[in-house]
T-cell receptor, first 109, second 118 residues
Framework: EIVMTQSPATLSVSLGERATLSCRASQSISSNLAWFQHKPGQAPRLLIYGASTRATGIPARFSGSGSETEFTFTINSLQSEDFAVYYC???????????FGQGTKLEIK | QVELVESGGGVVQPGMSLRLSCVASGFTFSGYVMHWVRQAPGKGLEWVGVIWTDGNYKQYADSVKGRFSISRDNSKNTLYLQIDSLRGEDTAVYYCARDPATHPCDVWGQGTMITVSS
């Protein structure tokens, strides 16, 4: 079983600043890594897949990088609507394997 | 527009069964792998299970194997999650999500809440 570990658990950042989140896989997952944004009462929103590809309609201030076991997610010029919980997600179509990290809560400093 | 709408949640007693539904619209439902994901109160997202386009392949998280069953009716554009022997730890919001195979789940429903309590 692959375990995804996110850090930090909570990140406090000011409006307009940059936020950097980390995700580590317990074994190599190539680039099968996505990032989701989740706000209370809303559906999760796909931001990044393939470790670094932005999903349709996602602003350029969101970016992802990394491969194998170490991944980074960055939000530049934080806006008020960006404060949410962010999850990294390992996915593999065959054999089917899907795992979420425990989440990083991004809050306003 | 592309949409997934879950229903069937509610307050149930431990040991009871429940069936959740997820109705799809705005896209060719039969062409997509579908997932269920849940979020317990105060916890993170937990993948529950997946069903292939024709319904012939299914896989479940270890935590729900044996009690959860996913099915689909492509003629009705509907995905189902049957949950038996409900436990307190099944209390959660349950989401269905569309998997386009080329990348992870890109469309999610708003979720339906199950509360297991005596």
């Amino acid at each position: 079983e692959i375990v995804m570990t996110q850090s930090p658990a909570t990140l406090s950042v000011s409006l307009g600043e940059r936020a950097t989140l980390s995700c580590r896989a317990s074994q190599s997952i190539s680039s099968n890594l996505a990032w989701f944004q989740h706000k209370p009462g809303q559906a999760p929103r796909l931001l990044i897949y393939g470790a670094s590809t932005r999903a349709t309609g996602i602003p350029a201030r969101f970016s992802g990088s990394g491969s194998e076991t170490e991944f980074t997610f960055t939000i530049n010029s934080l806006q008020s609507e960006d404060f949410a919980v962010y999850y990294c997600h390992h996915y593999n179509n065959w054999p089917p394997m899907y795992t979420f990290g425990q989440g990083t809560k991004l809050e306003i400093k | 527009q592309v949409e997934l709408v879950e229903s069937g949640g509610g307050v149930v007693q431990p040991g009871m069964s429940l069936r959740l539904s997820c109705v799809a619209s705005g896209f060719t439902f039969s062409g997509y792998v579908m997932h269920w994901v849940r979020q317990a109160p105060g916890k993170g997202l937990e993948w529950v299970g997946v069903i292939w386009t024709d319904g012939n392949y299914k896989q479940y998280a270890d935590s729900v194997k044996g009690r959860f069953s996913i099915s689909r009716d492509n003629s009705k554009n509907t995905l189902y999650l049957q949950i038996d022997s409900l436990r307190g730890e099944d209390t959660a919001v349950y989401y269905c999500a569309r998997d386009p195979a080329t990348h992870p789940c890109d469309v999610w429903g708003q979720g339906t809440m199950i509360t297991v309590s005596s």
